[in-house]
């Protein structure tokens, strides 16, 4: 319902920034929400677009940068990642990631550094670097040490490095956590 309201705020206006980004968002929280490759890739593109008409309208503010990476990102697992790999969508997925953080780099508590800290995470090797994942996941905390999916993404890390114990800290942090906070 809500992609609906904000499709109508376009139509009426396709000049509002606010309205477009905010658009954009929608369709990120849709497809982070599922795990369907094909809606990944068809709502990931629609939410890019939107995220992209945000920046042309103010290419200084960070939201439409912000969730043009993590629309383009989830565009990209739709496709699969070796396939985005070869296509060279990571150099956009980071090119709008890194002027959110020259932006802004604690919006979103600290939102540039946990998509950079997941993305290390799930390349295929040789790209994955769980030491730069880390870094961005302990950056990410500088801003906002509570939020449940910046501990459940260093968790599989942990996980991933075999320190179970410090994986089981930021899980325990993720079930005591307020849900209806981050």
């Given at each position: 319902k809500i992609i609906d309201l904000l499709k109508q705020a376009v139509d009426l206006n396709n000049k509002s920034f606010e309205a477009n980004w905010r658009l954009a968002r929608a369709y990120f929280w849709l497809c982070d929400n599922t795990e369907d490759g094909a809606t990944d890739k068809?709502?990931?593109?629609?939410?890019l677009h939107y995220a992209r008409a945000a920046i042309q309208l103010n290419p200084k503010r960070v939201?439409?940068?912000?969730?043009?990476?993590?629309?383009?990102?989830?565009?990209?697992?739709?496709l699969g990642i070796i396939t985005a790999l070869r296509k060279g969508i990571e150099k956009k997925f980071r090119g709008?990631?890194?002027?959110?953080?020259?932006?802004n780099r604690g919006y979103e508590g600290g939102g540039a550094d946990r998509a950079y800290g997941n993305f290390w995470h799930v390349l295929p090797w040789p790209k994955k670097d769980n030491?730069?994942?880390?870094?961005?996941f302990k950056k990410?905390?500088?801003?906002?040490?509570?939020?449940?999916?910046?501990?459940?993404?260093?968790?599989?890390?942990?996980?991933d490095e075999g320190d179970k114990a410090a994986a089981k800290r930021h899980i325990d942090?993720?079930?005591?956590?307020?849900?209806?906070k981050g």
């Amino acid at each position: 319902k809500i992609i609906d309201l904000l499709k109508q705020a376009v139509d009426l206006n396709n000049k509002s920034f606010e309205a477009n980004w905010r658009l954009a968002r929608a369709y990120f929280w849709l497809c982070d929400n599922t795990e369907d490759g094909a809606t990944d890739k068809k709502l990931g593109w629609k939410g890019l677009h939107y995220a992209r008409a945000a920046i042309q309208l103010n290419p200084k503010r960070v939201e439409g940068h912000y969730f043009a990476a993590l629309t383009v990102g989830e565009y990209s697992k739709g496709l699969g990642i070796i396939t985005a790999l070869r296509k060279g969508i990571e150099k956009k997925f980071r090119g709008h990631l890194d002027r959110a953080m020259r932006i802004n780099r604690g919006y979103e508590g600290g939102g540039a550094d946990r998509a950079y800290g997941n993305f290390w995470h799930v390349l295929p090797w040789p790209k994955k670097d769980n030491g730069k994942s880390l870094q961005h996941f302990k950056k990410s905390f500088t801003y906002n040490k509570t939020l449940p999916r910046t501990h459940f993404y260093i968790a599989r890390v942990y996980l991933d490095e075999g320190d179970k114990a410090a994986a089981k800290r930021h899980i325990d942090k993720c079930l005591s956590a307020d849900p209806n906070k981050g």
